[in-house]
């Protein structure tokens, strides 16, 4: 299996540096090996991407799952050098909790969704619900059905933030509606098709 090139030099570089953090004073050994353990298990998903999706690494839908993977891999390296690194990380974050954490989720919560409808049916990545991986097409129509509704809940959830509903509540009930109507829907498509 030919390895891909750029995954290996992103993934060494970026643990080499989260590791070089052990260098810093005052700096904590376990959420260095936190993030040198995402960042290496997010290398190794990228190598095996054509293997869990069971699809040509030729094919789109593997390029799309490799593009995600590398995202997630700059993102959590781009997390952790800042945890790691800069020396005011901990009052920022505690100063700024909610606002941070709101916005990494508006984040990544629009990236998946843009990416869901792109997913090939696979038990690594994804919407991974008894359902949706025992048939391809719930599969797609959870995906679809999550790509649809990211935006509007994103909207709801930002407006929810602006009328001053408490921010756990507007993440929460976010996250949730986001994971279950899609769920809902596409638990329906599975049982009208096996039945």
Do not use: C
């Given at each position: ?12 570089i ?7 953090g ?5 700096s904590?050994?376990?959420l260095?090996s ?45 997390v ?5 690194w800069?020396?005011d ?25 843009n990416?869901a ?25 959870a ?12 909207l ?28 809902i ?9 096996m039945?």
């Amino acid at each position: 299996m030919k390895k891909p090139a750029v995954i290996w030099p992103l993934t060494i570089i970026a643990t080499v540096i989260i590791g070089l953090g052990l260098f810093v004073e005052g700096s904590e050994w376990r959420l260095i090996s936190i993030g040198i353990g995402i960042i290496f298990g997010l290398g190794l998903m990228d190598i095996y991407t054509p293997k869990i999706a069971q699809l040509s690494a030729s094919n789109p839908k593997v390029k799309t799952m490799r593009r995600l993977n590398r995202l997630f891999i700059m993102f959590f390296t781009g997390v952790f050098l800042f945890l790691i690194w800069y020396p005011d990380a901990g009052s920022l974050i505690m100063e700024n909790e909610n606002g941070l954490a709101f916005i990494a989720t508006l984040a990544i919560m629009g990236i998946i969704g843009n990416t869901a409808p792109k997913l090939p049916f696979n038990r690594y990545m994804g919407l991974r619900l008894p359902w949706t991986v025992r048939d391809e097409e719930t599969w797609k129509a959870a995906h679809k059905w999550l790509g649809y509704i990211t935006f509007p809940i994103i909207l709801i959830m930002i407006i929810a933030y602006f009328l001053n509903i408490e921010l756990i509540e507007v993440v929460k009930y976010g996250i949730l509606s986001w994971i279950v109507i899609p769920g809902i829907y596409s638990g329906w498509i599975y049982y009208k098709r096996m039945s």
